[in-house]
């Protein structure tokens, strides 16, 4: 195993060390369990995820009239549904998904029709999502 020299402050030492001595372990192996901790979670971190400009705008151009004329979401699920989409729940916002295949294709706020712009312009939540309370924070 490689040796690895770590040169800290006496402050930064004393306070390693007390802290082992509660988890009865040794300073060195708080230090190695909290570099693994480390990696690990920068291995696992959700990278930003751009949505394909190519493949999002025929879409927001082909929907573009059934979001802006919808007058609830009823109606804005019967428009997206006639031209074979649908919204579901995806977290705390949205996503159009094909009907047939129920493949996701975007997200509303990608489209550019955020969930929280559309809770206020319907004055109500998403029907059955599970972050309803968020709407009044919208509101």
């Known amino acids: 195993m490689p040796r690895l020299d770590l040169w800290i402050d006496d402050a930064t030492d004393a306070a390693l060390r007390q802290i082992a001595a509660q988890d009865g372990g040794d300073p060195t192996s708080l230090i190695r369990d909290a570099i693994r901790r480390d990696l690990f979670r920068r291995t696992r971190a959700k990278k930003a995820v751009r949505p394909d400009?190519?493949?999002?705008?025929?879409?927001r151009a082909l929907l573009a009239e059934d979001f802006a004329y919808a007058r609830d979401w009823p109606d804005l699920q019967s428009r997206l549904a006639a031209?074979?989409?649908?919204?579901?729940?995806?977290?705390?916002?949205?996503?159009?998904?094909?009907?047939?295949?129920?493949?996701?294709?975007?997200?509303?706020?990608?489209?550019?029709?955020?969930?929280?712009?559309?809770?206020?312009?319907?004055?109500?939540?998403?029907?059955?999502?599970?972050?309803?309370?968020?709407?009044?924070?919208?509101r």
């Open 53 to 59: 400009e190519r493949l999002i705008a025929p879409l």
């Open 83 to 138: 031209k074979g989409y649908t919204l579901r729940e995806a977290g705390a916002g949205l996503a159009l998904h094909c009907r047939k295949s129920g493949e996701k294709r975007a997200k509303a706020s990608d489209l550019g029709y955020s969930y929280s712009r559309l809770m206020r312009r319907f004055h109500a939540p998403f029907p059955g999502h599970s972050h309803a309370y968020l709407f009044n924070r919208v």
